[in-house]
């Protein structure tokens, strides 16, 4: 009888799927296991539905001998290695397109929120300090802008899809991607340089890592917003706080954050106290995905990358 994990939580119909073809232990709560916990939990299993918050190296892998596939409820895979999988024999899945949708969803959010100073607003209405409309809180809308993407994958492409009724200019720049009628694709230089908005959907790569550093930032227009749904470590932090202290950055909104990305070494415990309690910014707690409908999909799909490896060998979106 194959042996499966599941890390986090998950609806009920995905448990009985696994249940099916293996025995099942689950994380029944919506925290997550410590990586120590998941390590020892793991090292029997044949299987692992596995989630943003986990970590698979090869130190990992050489502690569960018998892991046969690793189904990841997630697109980006950057705590995930994919050549120590392929070398312990381990298949690798991840499901890269459920989530476009709803991500870019909320990027459109975010930047709207932060330019129009939503939280300010929502705190000053809950205060009991408003009184009627005063001529306060002005701030910045889409219309007439020029917003920038750095990544024009399927998320940034979403985005700009989902940009395309606000009256605003959209360029991007990704390497690797073709260009669209409707955005023009430009270098990294000038993309910052003529954003007024600058979101950035891409994934964490070497090349990725803090690309837009202090540097960057000072080079974008004074009072630019900047926006980040892709990958925490794209962007400088301190740099960011930097600016927003120094009044050149006009806000900064997230929902991803540098804390999270555990394969890198140097990662900060946290999100810092004092970009944290910053008025000009806007975040959500990595909710890019965090429709329940999207979700419950995600995990299905991962559950059934497992179930199609027992029972036929590799599948699509295998990467190991």
Known sequence: MKRILVTHWVEEEVLELLRQHGTVEANTTRESWPP?????????KHAILAFM????????LAACPH???IACALKGFDN????????????????????????????????????????????LVRAGAFQGWRPILYGSGLDGATVGLLGFGAVGRAIADRLGGFGCRVIAHDPGSSPRADVELVGFGELCMCSDVLIAAAPLTPQS????????????????LLVNIGRGSVVDEAAVLAALESGHLGGYAADVFAFEDWALAFRPV???PALREHPRTLFTPHLGSAVASVRREIALRAAAHIVDVFLAGPQADVLA
């Open 36 to 44: 120590e916990e998941v390590l020892a939990r793991a090292a029997d």
């Open 53 to 60: 918050p986990d970590r698979v190296d090869a130190a990992f």
């Open 67 to 69: 892991l046969e596939v």
């Open 80 to 123: 995930f290695d994919p050549r120590a999988c392929a070398a312990a024999g381990v298949e690798l899945c991840i499901v890269p397109d459920l989530l476009t949708a709803p991500t870019a969803e909320l990027a459109v959010g975010l930047t709207i929120g932060l330019g129009r100073r939503i939280r300010e607003g929502d705190a």
């Open 209 to 224: 890592l803090h690309m837009i550093d202090e540097a960057a930032i000072a080079s974008l227009r004074p009072g630019a």
């Open 270 to 272: 946290e999100v810092a």
